[in-house]
């Protein structure tokens, strides 16, 4: 499959929660980083994968955001 099913205009960010020599774990997300799902692939097949979906690494301060959003709703706290 050469062509992506995710229109070229959508931002797709990528999280890396965890890496290793044999797998990479990181959230992956489209157009809206609080809605992901979660991934785990081999290091080849991560950054293949990065590279076909032309992904931007989510900095710090976003993946804070993120899981300040997460918070909210699992706790139902209004901030």
Known sequence: MSQSAIPRTLQRYVRVRERSAR????????????????????????????????VIFMSDEQAEAVDTQMEKWRYSVSH
């Open 23 to 54: 797998f990479v774990e990181f959230d992956f997300a489209i157009e809206n980083p609080e809605l992901f799902v979660e991934l785990i692939m081999p290091p080849v097949a991560f950054e293949a994968f990065c590279a076909s979906n032309d």
